[in-house]
């Protein structure tokens, strides 16, 4: 199992004895086949040091990767029917939302960025998407090929156009995101530059240090990208066009992030906001990749 691998990763890092026997932690991403949301699960399992499953909202004790705001709201109208609430870790909004009285039944204890804070009345300093530590959860980056990944929003995976546009340069490399994260993440990790309209693209290639680009996400909502790039101090004001790929590909950037510093404090706080009591040994803390180990 995926979880079972990372948290053995986990303790390796930590040098610590193996974690008692628990329960796997019960974890709800959306279920779409999407790196982004699967990865969720990769990175509680290396952060917790425990095996993860995925069960629906009422009866998940964390939230982490997603715009999953909007799934809350319908689940937890009334307190949940148990001793503790469930955590939110690192989760964003997707679209505002006009009614809060659900948030006082959650355990906040970090948002993914500070758009998705302000629409939720949530005071914080401290931001960070777990995608940030994929890394961490996933491993070291292969060598970087002279190629540019260009990695669509998983609902335009059927769109022509995609393919049109990759089939103008050889050096374009298309990325489906609905394989799993271990390849989608190692594709990312190998890029010379990645052109994303898949948000976790766009994390995934800045916590492994690549330069990217944001792609139009065509009908998906730009709210969720605002949110991350304002956690980072990023500046991503507007999506490139798809048929423009091409072109700026000839010129894509490959030096390193100007934003670095962003990346490594929200990466330190999503590492210091994690529930202590969801980790097999809540005194250990895993050591995040240094940005050099990363690139």
């Not at 004895?17 to 969720?40: I, Q, R, V």
């Not at 700026?248 to 510093?261: S, W």
Request: with cysteine; hydrophobic share 45%; net charge neutral.
């Amino acid at each position: 199992m995926p979880g079972a691998l990372s948290s053995a990763r986990w303790r390796e890092t930590a040098m610590d004895a193996p974690p008692p026997d628990l329960e796997p932690l019960k974890l709800y991403h959306w279920p779409a086949a999407n790196f982004g949301d699967t990865l969720s699960a990769r990175v509680v399992a290396w952060i917790s040091g425990r095996e993860v499953v995925n069960v629906r909202p009422k009866s998940a004790e964390l939230f982490a990767i997603g715009s999953l705001i909007h799934v809350l709201a319908k689940h937890f109208t009334d307190p949940p029917n148990r001793p503790h609430r469930p955590i939110l870790w690192g989760t964003g909004v997707l679209n505002p939302i006009f009614r809060r009285e659900f948030l006082d039944n959650l355990d906040i204890r970090l948002m993914r960025g500070p758009v998705g804070a302000a629409i939720c009345r949530v005071p914080a300093t401290a931001f960070g998407d777990p995608g940030l530590l994929a890394p961490d959860a996933l491993g070291a980056a292969a060598a970087r090929q002279d190629r540019v990944a260009v990695i669509p929003h998983h609902s335009q995976m059927e769109d022509p156009a995609i393919g049109a546009m990759v089939a103008t340069d050889p050096r374009l490399h298309l990325v489906d995101p609905r394989q799993s994260p271990e390849v989608v993440c190692a594709a990312i990790a190998s890029a010379a530059h990645v052109v994303s309209a898949s948000l976790h693209g766009l994390i995934v290639a800045d916590a492994y240090g690549v330069a990217n680009t944001w792609m139009d996400p065509s009908a998906q909502g730009l709210m969720k990208y605002h949110d991350y790039a304002a956690s980072v101090g990023r500046y991503m004001l507007a999506p490139v066009a798809i048929d423009e790929v091409p072109r700026l590909a000839a010129r894509a950037a490959t030096g390193p992030l100007p934003y670095a510093d962003g990346i490594a404090a929200a990466r330190a706080a999503l590492i210091s906001h994690f529930p202590d009591e969801l980790r097999a040994n809540p005194t250990m803390r895993p050591a995040v990749q240094t940005a050099a180990a990363m690139t």
